[in-house]
C-alpha cells in the first residue's frame, strides 16, 4: 500500500506540470487582454475563514497583486463589453481530513486559478463559449494552525499568471 502512495505521489504533480509546450500556448491565451474582471468563490469552511481565508480578503489579494503590476481589475460591464469577456476565478477549498485521532487538526485544501475568456468554435464560428484558457492549480495538507498560508499559495499562483500576462504583453 505504501508503494502505491508514493507512486501517486510522484505521478500526480507531473501530471499536473504538463509540458513546456502547453505552458507556452496556455501564456499566449493572454496576449491583448486588456485586464480581468476578477470573482473568488466562497469559503465553506469556518475554520478557515476564522483563520482569515475568507471571499472577501483573497478578492483584495488578487485585485492589489493585480493593480500592483499595472493590470486592470475590470467593472463586470467593462468585462461583459469586452469581445472577449476575460474573467479570472479564485476557488479555494479546504476542509478536515478527518475527524479520526489519527488527523485530528489537519486540513487538506486546494487552490485552483483560472482565466476564461469567450472564444468562437472552430467548427461552429457563430457559437461562443466561455472556456478556461489558462489554469493553474495545486493542493496540500496543513495543520489548522497554519490554515493562514494558503493565501501564499494563492499568491503564488497569481503571480505566475501575472508573469505569463507579462511575458505575453510586453511594454
Known amino acids: 500500500m505504501q508503494i502505491k502512495q508514493v507512486v501517486l505521489a510522484l505521478a500526480v504533480p507531473l501530471f499536473l506540470t504538463g509540458n513546456a509546450g502547453a505552458q507556452v500556448k496556455q501564456r499566449d491565451t493572454l496576449r491583448g487582454l486588456v485586464g480581468f474582471y476578477v470573482t473568488v468563490g466562497a469559503i465553506e469552511d469556518t475554520e478557515a475563514r476564522h483563520r482569515g481565508i475568507t471571499q472577501e480578503q483573497l ?37 478536515s481530513a478527518s475527524e479520526t485521532n489519527r488527523c485530528k487538526g489537519i486540513y487538506a485544501w486546494s487552490v485552483r486559478v483560472h482565466v476564461l475568456q469567450e472564444v468562437d468554435l472552430k467548427t461552429s464560428p457563430s457559437t461562443r463559449q466561455l472556456v478556461p484558457t489558462w489554469i493553474g492549480f495545486t493542493y496540500g495538507s496543513t495543520g489548522i494552525d497554519s490554515l493562514g498560508s494558503i493565501r501564499t499559495e494563492v499568491a503564488d499562483l497569481i503571480k505566475g499568471l501575472i508573469n505569463d500576462y507579462l511575458a505575453a504583453n510586453e511594454r
Open 59 to 95: 478578492q483584495t489579494d488578487v485585485e492589489l497583486a493585480l493593480r500592483r503590476e499595472h493590470i486592470r481589475v475590470l467593472s463586470i460591464s467593462e468585462a461583459r463589453d469586452d469581445v472577449r469577456k476575460p474573467l479570472l476565478q479564485v476557488e479555494v477549498s479546504a476542509g
